[in-house]
Nanobody, 127 residues
Framework: QVQLVESGGGLAQAGGSLRLSCAAS????????MGWFRQAPGKEREFVAAISRSGGTTYYADSVKGRFTISRDNARNTVYLQMNSLNTEDTAVYYC????????????????????WGQGTQVTVSS
């Protein structure tokens, strides 16, 4: 069982930055590939970024590539999402998720691959 708690959301101006954190409970954090998803009002939850168990592989949605960076610190059981050059279309509730994968360099990009989800943190970008 893994519990995930996101933090770092809030209000930012267009062009600004925010850094999200997701703290995981348990001693098996390094067994999980991690991901960030987001859900805007009236829309389905969409993939944002993913990172492998080792941290050596990352993958991004086209909409955030070059602006967002996912990273992890296995010693701190934490995954991060650095968001730069924010725009109003980034406004959403952001969720972190954990996927139990066998290979250390695999990432998970589909919602169905993820076993555990956090409660989400709101990110609002104003123009």
């Amino acid at each position: 069982q893994v519990q995930l708690v996101e933090s770092g959301g809030g209000l930012a101006q267009a062009g600004g930055s925010l850094r999200l954190s997701c703290a995981a409970s348990g001693r098996t954090f390094s067994s999980y590939a991690m991901g960030w998803f987001r859900q805007a009002p009236g829309k389905e939850r969409e993939f944002v970024a993913a990172i492998s168990r080792s941290g050596g592989t990352t993958y991004y949605a086209d909409s955030v590539k070059g602006r967002f960076t996912i990273s992890r610190d296995n010693a701190r059981n934490t995954v991060y999402l650095q968001m730069n050059s924010l725009n109003t279309e980034d406004t959403a509730v952001y969720y972190c998720a954990a996927a139990l994968v066998l290979r250390p360099f695999n990432v998970a990009t589909s919602r169905n691959e993820y076993n555990y989800w956090g409660q989400g943190t709101q990110v609002t970008v104003s123009s």
